[in-house]
């Protein structure tokens, strides 16, 4: 059973207030990802984390920042966010010992006015 | 340029019947594939995997089959029950350790009572 909770599920919120999506894992993972999720279009990797202090940008360019300070916290921040950030965001964890899949979230539905 | 595709953006199927799902790749560096369920505003969550070392992996109502020449895998559900009816991704990476996971744009699936 996995074990990775996201909050909030659901937020609206204006055009450049500052928001922060928190992501939580019990599950010990090393490797926690964020990815973001439009209707019809596939999961886009916007960050990435393998560790402690170790954060990567993924192959979608976001204006978004992660920071790494526990093992089991990934939060997303949007310093001023737009109409444009309106998505669906998701985070996910994955077992560093050898293949294995990702642990989803269920997700923060982020709409901004 | 999309390296998962799954071209089929929907499937209707009748209850009891097969479903396949269908995944075309093109990175032969590709040596693990997966694939998600989701249900709208929730997370996706894990269905079943494949290693390029098998072609075949069977769990349950579901079964991966896995074509590297033709860079294909496909999911089979058999029979097919209404709670099925969701969003179908499938994922794919390269190496054990593979810190990306690339995603295709998903199928719908609907399975008619």
């Known amino acids: 059973e996995a074990d990775i909770y996201q909050t909030p599920r659901y937020l609206v919120i204006g055009t450049g207030k500052k928001i922060t999506l928190e992501c939580s894992q019990t599950?010990?993972?090393?490797?926690m990802y964020w990815y973001q999720q439009d209707p019809g279009m596939e999961l886009h990797l916007i960050h990435y984390?393998?560790?402690?202090?170790?954060?990567e940008k993924g192959d979608l360019s976001s204006e978004s920042t992660v920071s790494r300070i526990r093992t089991e916290h990934f939060p997303l921040t949007l310093e001023s966010a737009r109409p444009s950030h309106t998505s669906q965001y998701l985070c996910?964890?994955?077992?560093?010992?050898?293949?294995?899949?990702?642990?989803f979230g269920e997700g923060s539905r982020l709409t901004v006015l | 340029d999309q390296q998962v595709k799954q071209n089929s953006p929907s499937l209707s199927v009748q209850e009891g019947r097969i479903s396949i799902l269908n995944c075309d790749y093109t990175n032969s560096m590709f040596d693990y594939f997966l694939w998600y369920k989701k249900y709208p505003a929730e997370g996706p969550t894990f269905l079943i995997s494949i290693s390029s070392i098998k072609d075949k992996n069977e769990d349950g109502r579901f079964t991966v089959f896995l074509n590297k020449s033709a860079k294909h895998l496909s999911l089979h559900i058999v029979p097919s029950q209404p709670g099925d009816s969701a969003v179908y991704f499938c994922?794919?990476?390269?190496?054990?350790?593979?810190?990306?996971?690339?995603f295709g744009t998903g199928t719908s699936l609907t399975v008619i009572p």
């Open positions: 984390s393998y560790g402690v202090n170790s954060t």
């Open positions: 996910a964890s994955r077992d560093t010992r050898g293949p294995g899949e990702l642990f």
């Open positions: 599950m010990g993972h090393d490797k």
């Open positions: 994922a794919a990476s390269a190496g054990n350790t593979g810190n990306q996971f690339y």
